[in-house]
């Protein structure tokens, strides 16, 4: 965990955002379903970080709970710090918080076929997002929704001002959404899933876009997926979620040449690959557990190959196993006494510590 | 023809009662209404209206059961013998009053009336407590005529489709451009009084929006993957919409009525307010309240006629809305738990 | 655009052909030519040769189908007749009546649009909360009320005891808005409870969709999410409910106008049930039919002016 204090300290960045032990639970039929439960994790200026995971595992939520907009009333932060350029968040009334959403921290969905306003031309949209921070109005907002429009690569932006969502496609409206969250210039940008509803090819071209922009702006992007293919080509760092926990937190490079947590693992192993040919694909078995009943002890303990007693018993603690690198395992604390070796062979009598074959294209190996 | 008509005010209403109580003891074996009913049984206002109505039943029941005590004599309810003791009166009377109001001069009262008298001298509780049979009565037989009808359309227009889909949605636009009281209106001067017919016109009306929810319903159901299956199996179509289709329409034609009960009702008592609804004899609170109206300009001001009327109305109205949105909750699949 | 009305109005004609059907045959089934002839005949007992003179005269000799054209072509025609209780031409009496009715109608139907709207928005934005639990419970028990208490309440409570508005009568000309006060708002109180939830639950179904999500997220407040966005999306269904309420803008309200000896539309088909007068009845039931048809035709049309995802083929 990197949690630096700025104060008194020169020469150390403080970072731009700064999770500490988030927790966001649900009230559901059967008890409290705890989607966040104790996530930490920092994020520095001008960085991504992705956070990575199977459906259910609390990475939507973790995005939600930063601007508070857990769906309620169901949904509530029952605790932790959610520190913004030293401000904690969860800390601000609703008016404040207001303040930031779309102006500071800026949010883009999953679905950008529901997640514009039908009856609302573009343009509207667009200046409405300007004229709720007071940043711009009438004419000037115009033009600078044009220019915001352009700068996302869509064509004819004039004529998109005036066009209604229903008439563009999945990834001009992805292109517009993100348009939408730029307007005011964002110190972050969260992406939940920006690509996963469209075609292979405008996902490459998203991606590019987002990247561009966060190099011209300077933001920060935390970007929720499940998609290593896109953690590869757009983070620095990685955290892997599972049951509502961060397990693994790594650089991108580091993470995909050696990873350490069996889950990670089990991810990567799952992976496809032109190498192993004529061989059943690998899977994790089993499924990921209600959030309602989280299992006692470590979490990934029912569905873990690498599973001994004292994973039921004991909870796996967060511990920094080389600076930079975290992980949530009794494999690597050197504290459980009982631990077997590292499991070397877990798949298809694979080298699992290494990737077979080219190294992937990532932030940190250009 | 006294015989037929002591049959059916006796037998019917214990036969009502049995089949009510038996669908009720069998459907709670299917899981989708053992669920239902776990819920309902939680949530102490639907269970309060379910008792409303019932006792509105119970009611209604008493006023229908009968016998003549003698051969020459009409024949007299449960209800009519209960209040037997109580004497008519000359006139107005304040509830639990001892002496009549509204006259220049007044007389001693001959009995206790909990609620008061009409004009008549009438016991206005007695009165209120008749108007619970025709209420029942308009509410459950229109709705026996209602549901048999909009089912056989609905579902072949959505079944069938193309002419036969056709052919319904003409016939029930026909029925919908004329406005609901005009056509009740023009159906009851030609039918005439009666509660019957009042059931008859009212049905006439109110099976085209039951048929719209049917045919909606249906089609959706018809590109399902289950019907799919069957039809390629080859079941024939009949079989497929009583044994696949209609078990799903269930729980929806079950809301309607619910919820269609309380608008009947009032539907009833509006046109008996307007003088096309129930005979003068027959108990009910739109003649009551008829009755009742000019009575607010009087001095002394005589409410209790229209207070025992519209209270009347009003509960059963409420319990059935209530009971209603709880079983639309209750049967909604979006909150079942797996 | 054009041809969708065309299309559609060249529908409205059939159906107003089968709504015809239905009043011959009404009209057939309430009374006989015989009883007719009879109750236009001045003469105590006319002779059968008067009657059958007075049926060939008025052309009830005819074969049915033919009678059915004539029928048809003159409700077409909205030639009404003569009322079968006072001889008074019907067309003429619905001119008088409709300026009164329409008066009360729109009156009514804009004040309701207002308040049930701005009440469904208030509840809406305290969804959740007590005053959204208690608001729903109260519209259910307002809508278990059955009408004809809110205007006996009604005319007792504000006009005898408060005495904000004249009793009952009309007046027309520049003081006409005074004596419809009164019915206006009994019209808009008795509709609110059924109105407000359903209008409730269409902003409810909004509010939880995903452009909702974005513009919070965009930080607009909440009145201004409801407000700009919701309510323009929930457009749709609400003006659906309220082309029902058209036809009441012409026919008038059958209740209220005689309660409140409003001489209007519905006062006048009032009087016509107290006298079982089937003509105007008839006549009335056509028009509803057209106004109906009408009404649901220009809430289409306004569909596409309120969402432009609409089309109409």
């Known amino acids: 965990m990197r949690s630096i204090p700025a104060c008194g300290v020169p020469n150390v960045v403080q970072p731009l955002l700064q999770v500490e032990d988030l927790r966001t639970y649900f009230s559901a039929l ?162 939940d899933e920006p690509t996963t509803a469209l075609d292979v090819t405008i996902q490459a071209q998203i991606l590019d876009l987002m990247r561009d922009l966060q190099h011209e702006l300077g933001m920060s992007i935390l970007l929720i997926t499940h998609d290593l293919g896109i953690v590869a080509k757009m983070a620095r760092h990685v955290a892997v979620m599972y049951a509502g926990q961060i397990v693994e937190y790594a650089p991108t490079l580091q993470l995909f040449q050696q990873p350490c947590h069996p889950y990670t693992r089990g991810l990567f192993a799952s992976l496809p690959s032109r190498h192993r040919r004529g061989v059943d694909l690998a899977t994790l078995e089993g499924v990921i557990p209600q959030a309602t009943h989280w299992p006692p002890a470590c979490r990934f303990e029912p569905r873990c190959p690498s599973r001994w007693g004292t994973c039921r018993t004991i909870t796996p603690r967060m511990l920094e196993q080389t600076p930079g690198r975290t992980v949530r395992c009794h494999l690597y604390d050197p504290t459980i006494a009982d631990r077997p070796g590292l499991d070397t062979s877990w798949h298809h009598g694979q080298d699992s510590g290494k990737t077979v074959g080219q190294r992937p294209q990532t932030e940190a190996n250009p | 023809m006294a015989t037929l008509s002591l049959m059916l005010h006796n037998v019917l209403p214990l036969v009502i009662v049995t089949l009510v109580v038996w669908t009720v003891v069998r459907a709670r074996q299917q899981p989708l209404w053992a669920e239902a009913y776990r819920r309902l049984a939680r949530n102490p206002v639907a269970m309060m209206a379910l008792g409303v109505i019932c006792l509105y039943g119970v009611i209604a029941v008493l006023d229908s059961l009968q016998w003549s005590d003698t051969t020459t004599e009409e024949p007299k309810t449960v209800l009519d013998r209960l209040f037997v003791q109580v004497p008519q009166e000359r006139t107005y009377s304040a509830p639990l009053a001892v002496m009549t109001t509204g006259e220049p001069q007044l007389h001693a009262l001959q009995g206790w009336h909990l609620l008061g008298t009409d004009g008549n001298g009438k016991d206005v509780l007695y009165q209120a ?24 359309f609905g579902m072949s227009a959505g079944y069938f489709g193309k002419r036969v889909d056709d052919a319904v949605q003409y016939t029930y636009t026909v029925l919908s451009s004329i406005p609901d009281i005009l056509l009740l209106i023009a159906l009851l001067l030609v039918f005439g009084h009666g509660l019957d017919k009042l059931c008859y016109a009212l049905g006439i009306t109110s099976w085209v929006g039951l048929c719209r929810l049917v045919r909606g319903e249906t089609l959706k159901h018809r590109e399902r993957e289950y019907v799919r299956a069957a039809r390629a199996l080859g079941v024939s179509p009949g079989r497929i919409l009583a044994r696949h289709i209609l078990p799903n329409l269930l729980p929806l034609v079950i809301i309607s009525i619910t919820l269609g009960f309380s608008g009947l009702v009032l539907a009833e008592s509006i046109l008996s307010y307007l003088g096309i609804g129930v005979e003068a004899g027959t108990g009910s609170w739109g003649n009551m309240i008829d009755a009742a109206r000019l009575e607010l300009a009087r001095e002394p001001v005589v409410w209790w006629n229209l207070i025992a009327a519209s209270t009347a109305l009003f509960l059963i109205v409420l319990a059935f809305n209530l009971f209603g949105d709880a079983l639309r909750d209750a049967l909604d699949p979006r909150l079942r738990s797996t | 655009m054009l041809r969708y009305i065309i299309r559609r109005l060249l529908y409205a004609i059939l159906i107003l052909i089968s709504v015809s059907l239905v009043t011959f045959v009404l009209f057939y089934a309430s009374s006989s030519p015989h009883q007719i002839a009879r109750r236009n005949l001045s003469a105590k007992n006319p002779t059968p040769q008067q009657i059958e003179e007075w049926l060939q ?103 005898k005891l408060l005495k904000i508005f004249p009793l009952a009568g009309y007046h027309a000309g520049i003081q006409a808005w005074k004596f419809v006060m009164l019915p206006a708002v009994v019209s808009i109180v008795g509709g609110l409870g059924a109105t407000v939830r359903l209008y409730r639950t269409f902003f409810l179904d909004e509010i939880n969709q995903d452009y909702v999500r974005t513009a919070r997220a965009k930080g607009v407040s909440e009145w201004a999410i409801l407000f700009r966005h919701v309510l323009k999306n929930a457009a749709i269904p609400i003006l659906t409910t309220t082309a029902a309420a058209i036809p009441t803008l012409f026919l008038g309200s059958l209740l209220g106008e005689s309660f409140f000896n409003i001489p209007g539309l519905g006062s006048y088909l009032r009087d016509a049930i107290d006298s079982q007068d089937f003509a105007v009845v008839r006549a009335m039931v056509f028009l509803g039919a057209i106004t109906t048809i009408i009404g649901y035709l220009l809430t289409d049309i306004s569909y596409t002016l309120v969402d432009p995802r609409v089309r109409l083929e």
């Open chain 1, 30 to 191: 059967h008890g409290i379903a705890r989607a966040v439960d104790g996530v930490s994790f920092a994020l520095e200026q001008g960085e991504t970080l992705a956070l990575v995971g199977e459906s259910g595992c609390g990475k939507s939520m973790t995005a939600l709970s930063i601007l508070q907009l857990v769906p309620e009333p169901a949904g509530y932060i029952d605790g932790g710090r959610i520190l913004f350029e030293g401000k904690d968040l969860l800390d601000l009334t609703w008016s404040q918080m207001r303040q930031v959403r779309g102006n500071d921290i800026a949010m883009i969905f999953q679905e950008p076929m529901t997640s514009l306003n039908g009856t609302r031309t573009i343009g509207w949209q667009l200046v409405e997002a300007m004229e709720v921070h007071g940043k711009a109005s009438g004419n000037v907002a115009q033009q600078r929704a044009l220019d915001l429009l352009a700068r996302v690569r869509l064509e004819q932006p004039a004529l998109v001002l005036r066009q209604y969502p229903h008439e563009l496609s999945g990834g001009m409206r992805q292109r517009v959404l993100i348009a939408m969250a730029l307007a005011n210039e964002p110190k972050l940008l969260i992406a």
């Open chain 3, 57 to 159: 005269q008025h052309g009830y000799d005819k074969p049915r189908w033919q009678q059915f054209k004539d029928h048809m072509s003159q409700l077409f025609l909205l030639r009404f007749g003569k009322s079968d209780a006072n001889g008074e031409d019907i067309w003429e009496r619905i001119g008088t009546g409709a300026p009164p009715s329409l008066l009360l109608a729109t009156i009514a139907f804009f004040g309701a649009l207002l308040v049930t709207i701005s009440l469904a928005l208030a509840i809406a934005y305290f969804r959740g909360t007590y005053i959204d639990g208690w608001g729903t419970f109260l519209c259910v028990l307002m809508m278990s009320i059955v009408y004809l208490v809110y205007i006996i309440a009604g005319q007792f409570l504000l006009g």
């Open chain 2, 129 to 152: 407590l008749k108007g619970c049979r025709t209420a029942m009565i308009i509410g459950g037989f229109t709705s026996l005529l209602v549901t048999p009808l909009a089912l056989f």
